[in-house]
């Protein structure tokens, strides 16, 4: 197989993040305002199967991390499963995962900086959006290290406002351990499609393999960072979900805006309920700091096999960021974030999550034992989950999803005809 690299004509990023700031940034991606958000929805579809959906996640992100961690290994460039996909599938699996995740991902950018907006001032919600927006391009813009900092800022207190969830929900004279045990109205379909909900708030692992151009010593720290940030994760998703069904119940929970902060009241201590809704926005902004980064990064590889224009490959030559990917991520996110409420339009992000790792997990079939090769059955299982918990969303997320890879396919046909002729 191929293990190309940026030509030399193209300037490289360069590797200045350690095991450290690799974590910090995953954890950013994944400890973001899904925990905040992202229970609800999950406990409407599975009710008292809550935590099986959630388990079920947590092994599918398991092993799709263990195969992005040993592709990242072995192909540590800009890029992710866009990368990986060219070089283990062909170009168009590879062009496919990073069009899904480029376009998915951008959405996502603006419903974060909305969800943010929302947070820190409602009535100037698409206002605060922007200004968020513009915030984290500019910090992305002077530096990855300056990015790494601020997110271990917003990790530690993200963290910290969860771990006082949790102590006061579980200490509380309310909480019924009892909410824990499920019910016969846990249907298998709700667990699935809980899954898959609950799926798209770890994906952000993605996030240190897309930097892969930056990392110092690569074939050692991007497998420890992704394993460290996901395992981090997944207690802490564990400890929060058991905390809030003590206290709320899954009917309860199923029918919260607010899950968290309703929590908080329902154990006693409403006072922290303000507390809450500042970690949610510091949240929100975290995952927004790193979904800029993760896109940015394979729009610059793209830009680099000239599946977008080849202007989006610069590399500032004292910054050593894309600049050109990340201005240009920045101005489309800020203009939708603007004009356009995108948060309950990016279902198919789920679906082209989903659809991105099951190409990671198909290139991570084809890796040799020498090359690193995970145990057969976590590539297996990891493809299998993604396209089971895929096609498990509401039908409205498997549509629009089906839209938007059948749109970059169709996009794709067209540049290569148009090429040959």
């Avoid at 579809?45 to 961690?69: D, F, K, P």
């Amino acid at each position: 197989m191929s293990t190309s690299a940026p030509s030399a004509a193209t300037e490289e990023l360069r590797r200045h993040l350690g095991v450290f700031d690799a974590v910090a940034i995953g954890l950013g991606s994944m400890i973001g305002a899904g925990v905040f958000a992202a229970l609800a929805p999950a406990a409407a579809a599975a009710r008292s199967g809550l935590l099986i959906g959630l388990a079920l996640a947590g092994v599918v992100a398991y092993c799709n991390a263990t195969s992005s961690a040993r592709l990242a290994a072995r192909y540590p460039q800009s890029g992710g499963t866009y990368v990986y996909g060219r070089e283990r599938l062909g170009e168009f699996w590879g062009y496919l995962a990073g069009w899904g995740f480029v376009v998915g991902k951008t959405a996502s950018c603006a419903a974060m900086a909305l969800t943010v907006g929302s947070y820190v001032w409602p009535a100037q919600a698409h206002a605060v959006a922007v200004a968020a927006v513009v915030a984290l391009t500019a910090v992305n813009y002077v530096g990855v290290q300056k990015a790494a900092w601020l997110t271990r800022a917003i990790v530690t207190v993200v963290l910290a406002v969860l771990a006082a969830v949790v102590t006061v929900c579980l200490t509380s004279a309310d909480a019924d351990r009892g909410h824990w045990t499920v019910g016969a109205e846990a249907g298998f379909h709700g667990v699935l499609q809980a899954a898959g909900l609950l799926f798209f708030a770890f994906a952000g692992y993605a996030r240190v393999a897309t930097l892969g151009e930056e990392v110092r010593e690569p074939q050692r720290t991007i497998p420890r960072a992704i394993s460290l940030a996901l395992g981090i994760t997944l207690v802490v998703y564990a400890a929060v979900a058991l905390a809030v069904l003590a206290v709320l119940g899954p009917e309860r929970l199923a029918h919260t805006a607010a899950p968290l902060a309703d929590a908080v009241r329902a154990a006693g201590v409403p006072g922290l309920a303000p507390v809450v809704r500042v970690g949610a926005a510091v949240a929100a902004l975290g995952s927004l700091l790193a979904l800029i980064l993760g896109v940015s990064r394979t729009t610059l590889a793209m830009a680099r096999d000239r599946h977008l224009p080849r202007q989006l490959a610069a590399v500032h030559p004292r910054f050593a960021v894309p600049h050109h990917a990340e201005l240009a991520v920045g101005a489309v996110v800020a203009v939708l974030a603007a004009t356009a409420d995108v948060r309950g339009a990016i279902g198919f992000s789920s679906f082209g999550v989903l659809a991105y790792y099951a190409v990671a997990n198909a290139s991570a079939w084809t890796l040799t034992p020498d090359e690193g090769r995970p145990p057969r059955i976590v590539p297996v299982l990891g493809a299998t989950g993604c396209l089971v918990l895929a096609f498990a969303l509401p039908a409205a997320s498997v549509l629009w999803g089906a839209v938007v890879i059948a749109l970059g396919a169709a996009a794709y046909g067209v540049r290569k005809v148009l090429a040959r002729t």
